[in-house]
C-alpha cells in the first residue's frame, strides 16, 4: 500500500466482495508512489468498483495478462502516474458503463 516496490503479483484471484483489487495509495508526501516497478500479471480481479488502483506517484508498475471483471468504474485507475504500462489485458467482463483505464473513480 505505501511502499510496495519491485514486487510480483501473479495467478491470483481477487473478489468478488471487495471494492478495490490492489490498492497503491500515494506515500504519504514522501513524493514517491506507494506502488514502484511492480508486475500484476496471469490473474484474475472480480472486484466492486476498480481492479488496480494506481495513485499520484505510482511510477513503473506493470499489469500485464490479467482478467478483469465486476468493476463499475474502471478496470484499473491512473491517478497521475507515471510510465505505467497496461498490455493484453482481458476487459470483457467489466460492467456496462465502466472503462478499461481511468484517471480517477468516485
Not at 481477487?14 to 504519504?28: A, H, K, R, S, V
Amino acid at each position: 500500500e505505501h511502499n510496495t516496490v519491485r514486487d510480483t503479483f501473479e495467478n491470483f484471484k481477487l473478489g468478488p466482495n471487495i471494492t478495490t483489487g490492489f490498492n497503491c495509495e500515494w506515500n504519504d508526501g514522501s513524493g514517491l508512489g506507494g506502488c514502484q516497478y511492480n508486475t500484476y500479471q496471469h490473474g484474475t480481479i472480480a472486484s466492486q468498483k476498480a481492479g488496480v488502483f494506481l495513485d499520484l506517484g505510482s511510477a513503473g508498475n506493470n499489469v500485464q495478462y490479467v482478467t478483469f471483471a465486476n468493476q463499475t468504474c474502471a478496470a484499473m485507475v491512473d491517478n497521475q502516474g507515471t510510465t505505467n504500462t497496461y498490455t493484453n489485458n482481458n476487459y470483457t467482463g467489466i460492467a456496462a458503463g465502466a472503462v478499461p483505464l481511468a484517471q480517477y473513480c468516485y
